[in-house]
């Protein structure tokens, strides 16, 4: 049974720092590529980032290119979003997704961002 479960969210001020994880269980975590999006009130689902099986090739959104990374420890089976001059219009639930057979998704963590 696949699951994700993101933590790591909360309340920071704009300018500050967040470190979002994703624990995966239940496919070969190592070999799948995984990404994180992200969806605002009253907003479609937003892509945030990518990163490849071995971690050795990312993408990322333009809104988000240069303040966040995208990592990953296969031996943990944990991908984490590191979030640095968070602003308001970051504020979302964030949610970490694959595709291995079908896409899956976790519950979302919250981060808001206070101006």
């Known amino acids: 049974q696949v699951q994700l479960v993101e933590s790591g969210g909360g309340l920071v001020q704009s300018g500050g720092s967040l470190r979002l994880s994703c624990a995966a269980s239940g496919f070969p975590f190592s070999d799948i590529r995984m990404s994180w999006y992200r969806q605002a009130p009253d907003k479609a689902r937003e892509y945030v980032a990518t990163i490849s099986d071995t971690g050795g090739s990312t993408t990322y959104a333009d809104s988000v290119k240069g303040r966040f990374f995208i990592v990953r420890d296969n031996s943990k089976n944990t991908v984490y979003l590191q979030m640095n001059s968070l602003q308001p219009e970051d504020t979302a639930r964030y949610y970490c997704?694959?595709?291995?057979?079908?896409?899956?998704w976790g519950q979302g963590t919250q981060v808001t961002v206070s101006s």
């Open positions: 997704g694959t595709f291995w057979r079908r896409t899956y």
